[in-house]
C-alpha cells in the first residue's frame, strides 16, 4: 500500500535529521604519547590488572542538548598506566583478570573508570574542549587482602583555539587529562594513607629482617 504525501514528507524529514546529526556528531579514538616519569623507582613487584572493561572503555555523551560525542579512551589509558606503573616500580606484570594470591607479588592494583564529564565549545562559550575522569584504584596485597580503595580525579583542556577539528581538540583535551592522571599517580599514590601506612610497615618488616641477619 502506498504512503499518502504527508506521511512520505515525514519520513524524508526524519530520515535526513538522523543522517544530518550522524554528520555532526564528533567520534575519537583517543591517541598520544606520554613521557616517562622522572621519578625513583620503589623496590617493589606490582601486579597491574586492566580488565576488559577498561581497556576498551568507551564514554558516549547522553546530554540531548549536545551533538553526540563518543571517546574511545582504552587503548590509550593502557598506554598510560603501563608506562607509568613500569616508571614506578622496579616490577610491573599486567592482567587481563585478577591472578590468584601470589606471594611473588607486593600489591596488586586494579584501576577502573568511575565517570568522565565533558564539557564542550557550546557549554565553554570557547573553542575548546574540557574533560574530567575520575578513576577508583583498588589496591590489594599479594594475598589479595584490601590496602585502600583511591579515588583520583584528572582534568585536561584543548591547550589551542586554532585546531581544524572538534576531534583533534577532543583529542588533545583528553590527552590533557590522562597525563593529569599519570601525574597524580606519581606524586600522590604513595601519599594515599593507607598505602602511605602499608609502604611504612613493610620498610620496617625489613629492616627488622636484616637485623635478625646475624
Known amino acids: 500500500m502506498n504512503k499518502n ?3 512520505r514528507l515525514v519520513s524524508s524529514l526524519l530520515l535526513m535529521t538522523i543522517v544530518l546529526l550522524s554528520g555532526c556528531s564528533t567520534n ?9 616519569a622522572l621519578t625513583r623507582k620503589q623496590p617493589l613487584h606490582v601486579g597491574l590488572v586492566m ?11 547522553t546530554d540531548d542538548k549536545q551533538l553526540p560525542v563518543t571517546m574511545a579512551l582504552g587503548e590509550s589509558q593502557v598506554k598510560l598506566f603501563s608506562r607509568v606503573f613500569a616508571d614506578m616500580f ?41 574533560v574530567w575522569i575520575k578513576y577508583s584504584l583498588k589496591v590489594l596485597d599479594g594475598n589479595g587482602q584490601p590496602i585502600a580503595d583511591w579515588l583520583m580525579s584528572s582534568y585536561g583542556k584543548t591547550q589551542s583555539r586554532f585546531l581544524k577539528s572538534d ?20 606524586l600522590e599514590f604513595h601519599r594515599v594513607p ?5 609502604l611504612a610497615s613493610r620498610q620496617a618488616d625489613t629492616q627488622l629482617s636484616r637485623s635478625d641477619i646475624p
Open 5 to 7: 504525501p504527508a506521511t
Open 28 to 36: 575519537v579514538t583517543v591517541n598520544g604519547d606520554y613521557p616517562s
Open 51 to 61: 580488565d576488559d572493561q577498561f581497556s576498551h572503555y568507551q564514554f558516549e555523551s
Open 90 to 130: 622496579i616490577s610491573t606484570t599486567t592482567y587481563n583478570s585478577p591472578p590468584a594470591k601470589n606471594p611473588a607479588l607486593d600489591l596488586l592494583i586494579v584501576p577502573v573508570v568511575e565517570e568522565v564529564q565533558l564539557a564542550t565549545p557550546f557549554e565553554t562559550k570557547l573553542n575548546v574542549y574540557e
Open 167 to 186: 576531534e583533534e581538540a577532543l583529542n588533545q583535551a583528553t590527552i590533557s587529562a590522562l597525563r593529569d592522571a599519570g601525574a597524580r599517580l606519581v
Open 194 to 198: 593507607e598505602v602511605k601506612r602499608w
